[in-house]
């Protein structure tokens, strides 16, 4: 697959703790530059982003990040904050401790909550699949499949593994065909983009790509 194609499926992300004001903003530009799908970024910089990109470039950021153990009500309302601030995607983490648990309809209800506070934008939901068993990905499949989410998406980037390969098979295998698959985490090449693309996933999450680009 060409790389202006690849490029134009990614989320080009920077959420580290000392992210900074003029990193963003390179994040912003770069991300206009190489027509990526958006930029992912921190909550306190969707705002600044959005008045500083306008409509060049959409504003995708966190809900629940990174260890998705927040209630409810807090996680809506970080999302209904974040879309007032213009964001126009929002990748939220789900309650892996509620997955353990087995509460699948609580689960459920979150997400469509979120969703709802969503206002209409893109709803992408992590399930950060290192932490989880085969079984519980293949059910978190079936639930946001059933949800009222437009994606589900592998990784924060902050555990102990990002995407791979055969979990982007198996969410290709058991989500709704209507339903878009994030891949993101440990993206280290356009060869690695390519057979994530070809095995199932619609989005990318990575920063690796365009810095590949600038490097040429």
């Known amino acids: 697959m060409e790389k202006n194609t690849l490029l134009g499926k990614v989320d080009h992300t920077l959420l ?14 770069d991300g206009i530059k190489f027509k990526t ?7 306190s910089f969707v705002k600044m982003a959005k008045e500083y990109v306008k409509d060049e470039m959409k504003i995708c950021t966190v809900i629940g990040f990174p260890n998705g153990y927040n209630t409810t009500a807090t996680k809506v309302f970080e999302t209904k904050d974040a879309i007032e601030n213009g964001a126009d995607e929002i990748d939220m983490v789900i309650n892996i401790g509620m997955l353990k648990d087995k509460k699948y309809d ?12 969503c206002d209409g934008k893109l709803l992408k939901v992590i399930i950060e699949t290192c932490l989880l068993t085969e ?6 499949c079936e639930i946001v499949s059933k949800s009222n989410a437009d994606y589900i998406k592998t990784s924060t980037g902050f555990s102990t593994a990002g995407a791979t390969q055969e979990d982007i098979k198996l969410f290709s295998k058991h989500m709704d065909k209507n339903k878009g698959i994030k891949a993101a985490g440990g993206i280290s090449s356009f060869e690695d983009a390519d057979e994530f693309v070809n095995n199932g996933a619609t989005r990318l999450g990575t ?3 365009v810095k590949l680009m600038k490097d040429c």
């Open 16 to 29: 580290k703790q000392q992210s900074t004001w003029e990193e963003i903003k390179q994040i912003c530009d």
């Open 37 to 43: 799908a958006s930029v992912c970024i921190p909550p």
């Open 106 to 117: 609580e689960i459920l209800t979150e997400i469509n909550e979120i969703k709802k506070a």
């Open 135 to 140: 079984d519980e990905k293949i059910k978190m």
């Open 207 to 209: 920063s690796r790509l």
